[in-house]
């Protein structure tokens, strides 16, 4: 027809793209009033369309801190390492993954574990004065206590831990350490070093809810060994009280060439190890026990053969 426009034909518009309002009001596709699905309802247009990412973004960042201090404080924490002392197992600026969820169920430090705890006292430098500037220290304390960066405040140690509460540790000469008159088999002390320093010849007997704790680097560690003695005023045996303990290191995480699993070896586990400490008890409370076992027995079967009499007589 002359003077017919092309988009009037067929639903199809000049450049050839279908038009979604050429169908009648039955046909599919038909909006009854202009292309909006919605009926021109300006309110349902709206709530089909997404937030804008600026507006999700701090309820983004939000839940991540949330989630961020949640799991510092209840599960798992990283730790980056500030020296040498633990060659060649944990390398300087190694990030370890430390446990802190099996301490909530009462869970205490074994013979063998490489543990993070707080400094007793003395055993660090002080502190780096803080930064000047306000806005860094905000920053800076927002972050550690979310777990995000280390604390300005807090001073932390990993060492391996080498006697619980009721063990005797001693070590003479070049060692071996002995752990209840163990010798320990120790693969993991550092090339080159000796199990025990000749000139610090030690023997302890670590008090309940303390440890001692030894770097695997011996001859570059400043651990128990070397705060043995007087420490503002008091005399110090060198351990550690298990309170400070933040948890035990369960793998080396960073860098990837380096990902390990922290596990407790083979000499920690030799038979006989635990008799002046675990075992000792153990046996004593058995030995108790024996005595009530018995009495209980006896008067069990007395109760019997008195009620197997008395039915006799009833017969």
């Given at each position: ?10 639903g ?28 021109g ?8 369309k ?5 507006k ?8 991540a801190l ?14 980056s390492?500030?020296?040498?002392s633990?060659?060649n ?13 099996t ?15 707080h ?9 780096p ?6 806005a ?13 960066m ?6 932390d140690?990993?060492k391996r ?6 063990d005797t ?10 752990v209840?008159g ?21 023997t302890?007997?670590?008090p309940?809810?303390?440890?001692w704790?030894m770097?695997?680097?011996r001859q570059?560690?400043l651990?128990?060994?070397?705060h043995?003695?007087?420490?503002k ?6 351990t ?9 290191a369960?793998v080396?995480a960073w ?6 699993w922290?596990?407790?070896?083979g ?5 006989g ?6 075992a ?9 026990a ?9 008067r069990?079967?007395?109760?019997h ?11």
């Amino acid at each position: 027809m002359a003077g017919t426009r092309p988009e009037d034909v067929g639903g199809v518009s000049g450049d050839g793209a279908r038009r979604h309002d050429s169908g009648g009001p039955d046909e599919p596709g038909a909006t009854g009033g202009g292309g909006d699905s919605s009926g021109g309802d300006p309110a349902h247009a709206a709530e089909r369309k997404p937030r804008s990412f600026w507006k999700e973004l701090p309820l983004l960042i939000g839940i991540a801190l949330v989630l961020a201090l949640i799991i510092k404080t209840f599960l798992v924490q990283a730790f980056s390492i500030p020296s040498d002392s633990m060659n060649n197992t944990l390398l300087k600026g190694d990030r370890v993954l430390v446990d802190k969820l099996t301490p909530w169920f009462g869970s205490t430090p074994s013979r063998g574990e490489v543990v993070v705890f707080h400094d007793p006292g003395g055993w660090l430098p002080e502190n780096p004065p803080p930064s000047s500037n306000p806005a860094v220290r905000g920053l800076q304390k927002t972050l550690s206590f979310v777990g995000l960066m280390p604390s300005a405040e807090e001073k932390d140690l990993i060492k391996r831990v080498i006697g619980v509460g009721g063990d005797t540790v001693s070590c003479k000469g070049t060692g071996p350490v002995m752990v209840n008159g163990k010798p320990l088999n120790e693969p993991y002390v550092f090339p080159g070093n000796t199990p025990c320093t000749p000139d610090m010849p030690f023997t302890v007997h670590v008090p309940k809810g303390r440890i001692w704790v030894m770097g695997d680097h011996r001859q570059d560690s400043l651990d128990s060994r070397y705060h043995v003695g007087m420490y503002k005023g008091k005399h110090t045996d060198g351990t550690v009280s298990t309170k400070q303990v933040v948890g035990r290191a369960v793998v080396v995480a960073w860098p990837i060439n380096r990902w390990d699993w922290l596990g407790i070896p083979g000499t920690f586990s030799q038979s006989g190890i635990n008799a002046a400490g675990t075992a000792g008890p153990a046996a004593v409370g058995v030995a108790g026990a024996i005595p009530l076992v018995m009495l209980r027995r006896r008067r069990l079967l007395r109760k019997h053969e008195a009620a197997g009499a008395s039915e006799g007589a009833e017969g």
